[in-house]
């Protein structure tokens, strides 16, 4: 259907663009295509892309994708966009989380939880934000631009080669050969290739009908043969069980889809080779080490913990019944759980290891339903239009595809692969050649299914390039500056542990800068109100105070933030330029906040210590009794702490004898 949104006046021949944006659409695909080349390179070679700095390139190279298929478009003078389930998904879910990060929670309050709406950190919101965005500008273009047959093979073709070239790094690695580095968290590392693999084996179903060319064919079969043991290989010495088990599930999946089409029904055997020259190939590297890793799992799942995930999967649950409506808050897991551990784990956890679960804690039943009902609807779709399909190139890739998914989504149920940029940036260019493999012609393009719309005014057209290009602009800004205050914080720190004046004062003007970039980072603030204490010579004043209180402010699920605080009203209770009153003031606010670190973290010994301490320090009988019980609860928590007790409560053994017996709670 075609609607004329303006009126036809002016010249229909211009565009009413730029001249340096008169090029052919193919141009602008090449562009486009190169930029997805770019992603598919850049983010697992770059450590997965999950520090700042790679995060801004992934994102700005997304908002030029973004830019190049507008002006396309504009060029073109259509205004086209092929409907698909996953366009709707994205948009409400990116509706979603921008509703918890304007509405933010201060304070938080448990009770409060199934009423209340917003993120308890909405910098941590409006950075994940950004990423969903981002995930959403690539498949939407993507979608709308790869539409030939020869395209999707030659970017699955890239996709294919990065796996087997970060493959052949890792086993360098594991025999002790120096070779660069890529994805370094094993489980994510075999997540990234459990996505990869089904596709090499898709390629390995496509059924060739051309008899002329069959040595070429057989040599292509061959080399992706070999690619795929060699990934595999690499994919069990990860020694990840989620990854093991996850590709095993894929396989099995395959396996069942071979049986539903007969015009693939003889390649099953295809399969049973790869198994059998897997377990060979992992035999002669050596097969020990793998074997022990998988026979372990089951005295794991015996024993209380479930590889360490338990602990970790009972706090996710409390923070779900306590926010069971609307979450936490998107990207926000890592800094409620300290609260929600149901003992002192040995790290902090900034994510559940189980994308479902940290889904349903961040966002909510509310949040949850967007992905539950639109996967179920998109996976009904791909299947409904595969068992539609007969062209074998078709039918071949698109087992593969669904190899992917299925890998994908067995292992987020242990893990969170889905939180890892490369890792989602794959699965997100994959998702989007899977629509259009599944709309693929025999020969030709795919057909844009969905509205179009045909802009002919010329003064239309230059308006949305404008409102397009400014819409990227503002992205670029949003992803750059926090990348950029990332870097000046950075160096704030390095600066932070030396004593020279000349270093305090360019790192308190670093960090100024990076708040200044970044002004909703708590972190940054806090940052700060440590250089002023030390620039002070380790005394409290008003700034020292109004940095952490902003610190608080801006994420008050922090206890460190609190303890600091509670630390600082203390010493401005104790100094002598202030009245009697404000004293008593100051002191009942570092009560608090002393007690708001505790409850936010309450199986952390060193908050009941740092509580006790302060309270041995003003030594009235209440607070020497109470001082008493914090440390009892802090030896509990941590026995090595002790001696560091008993040295207290030699020195009070007077005014505890007064005081009575305490409980030790």
Not at 304 to 317: A, E, S
Not at 467 to 475: E, V, W
Request: aromatic share 14%; glycine share 8%; hydrophobic share 45%.
């Amino acid at each position: 259907m075609t609607r004329e949104l303006m009126s036809n006046t002016g010249n229909k021949g211009t565009t009413g663009l730029p001249v340096g944006f008169h090029m052919k659409p193919q141009l602008y695909d090449r562009l486009i295509e190169f930029c997805l080349v770019f992603l598919i390179v850049f983010t697992p070679i770059a450590y997965g892309a999950v520090q700042p700095w790679a995060i801004a390139v992934f994102e700005v190279t997304a908002a030029f994708m973004l830019m190049l298929w507008i002006v396309r478009m504009l060029a073109s003078g259509r205004f086209e966009m092929a409907g698909n389930p996953l366009v709707v998904f994205f948009g409400l879910f990116i509706f979603y989380v921008s509703m918890q990060f304007f509405f933010s929670r201060y304070p938080i309050n448990n009770n409060a939880g199934y009423a209340a709406f917003g993120s308890i950190y909405p910098w941590a919101t409006r950075t994940d934000l950004l990423k969903i965005i981002s995930y959403a500008i690539i498949f939407t273009v993507t979608l709308n631009t790869v539409k030939s047959r020869r395209q999707i093979s030659r970017i699955l073709s890239v996709i294919i080669a990065v796996g087997f070239l970060m493959s052949i790094f890792f086993l360098m690695r594991y025999f002790g050969v120096d070779a660069p580095r890529g994805i370094i968290n094993p489980d994510h590392y075999s997540g990234y290739l459990g996505i990869i693999i089904p596709l090499i084996l898709g390629f390995l179903f496509v059924r060739h009908q051309r008899r002329d060319i069959q040595d070429a064919i057989y040599a292509k079969q061959f080399l992706l043969l070999f690619c795929a043991i060699v990934m595999s290989a690499a994919l069990f010495f990860t020694m990840s069980r989620g990854g093991m088990f996850s590709f095993i599930a894929a396989l099995l999946f395959m396996a069942g889809l071979t049986l539903t089409k007969g015009s693939i029904r003889g390649k099953g055997w295809l399969l049973s080779t790869v198994v059998l020259l897997l377990v060979l190939t992992i035999a002669w590297l050596g097969a020990t080490p793998v074997v022990e890793r998988i026979l372990s799992t089951r005295v794991e799942i015996a024993s209380r913990y479930f590889g360490g995930r338990l602990p970790i999967w009972q706090g996710t649950i409390e923070i779900i019944r306590d926010y069971p409506v609307s979450g936490t808050g998107f990207g926000t897991f890592g800094y409620i759980f300290p609260g929600y551990e149901p003992e002192r784990l040995a790290y902090q956890y900034a994510h559940a290891h189980s994308d479902f679960l940290e889904l349903l804690s961040e966002t909510g039943i509310a949040g949850f339903l967007v992905p539950g009902i639109c996967g179920l609807w998109s996976g009904l779709w791909m299947f409904r239009r595969f068992h539609r399909r007969r062209d074998p190139y078709v039918i071949g890739l698109s087992i593969g595809f669904f190899g992917s998914l299925t890998a994908i989504f067995v292992h987020s149920l242990v893990d969170f692969n889905l939180r890892i940029p490369s890792n989602a940036i794959a699965l997100t260019i994959i998702l989007s050649l899977f629509m259009s493999t599944l709309d693929h012609k025999q020969r030709g393009t795919f057909p844009v299914r969905g509205a179009k719309y045909t802009i002919h005014n010329a003064g239309a057209r230059l308006l949305l390039c404008c409102t397009a290009l400014l819409f990227a602009g503002l992205f670029i800004t949003a992803a750059v500056r926090p990348a950029l205050a990332d870097h000046y914080y950075n160096s704030s720190r390095a600066r932070e542990q030396t004593l020279s004046p000349g270093d305090l004062t360019s790192g308190i003007r670093g960090t100024r800068l990076a708040i200044k970039l970044d002004p909703i980072n708590a972190e940054y603030h806090y940052q700060l109100g440590k250089l002023l204490f030390k620039a002070n010579n380790n005394m409290a004043d008003r700034n020292i105070l109004d940095a952490y209180k902003e610190a608080v402010r801006l994420n008050p699920a922090n206890s460190r933030y609190h303890q600091s605080l509670a630390w600082t009203y203390g010493a401005v209770a104790d100094a002598e330029n202030h009245s009697v009153f404000y004293s008593r003031l100051a002191a009942g606010s570092a009560h608090r906040h002393f007690q708001r670190a505790i409850g936010l973290e309450p199986k952390n010994a060193y908050r009941y210590r740092a509580y006790a301490i302060w309270l041995f320090n003003h030594p009235t009988k209440e607070n020497i009794a109470r001082a008493v019980k914090e440390y009892r609860k802090a030896v509990v928590l941590n026995p090595l702490l002790a001696d560091e007790a008993e040295k207290y409560l030699s020195k009070y053994k007077n005014e505890l004898v007064l005081t009575g017996p305490t409980d030790t709670g």
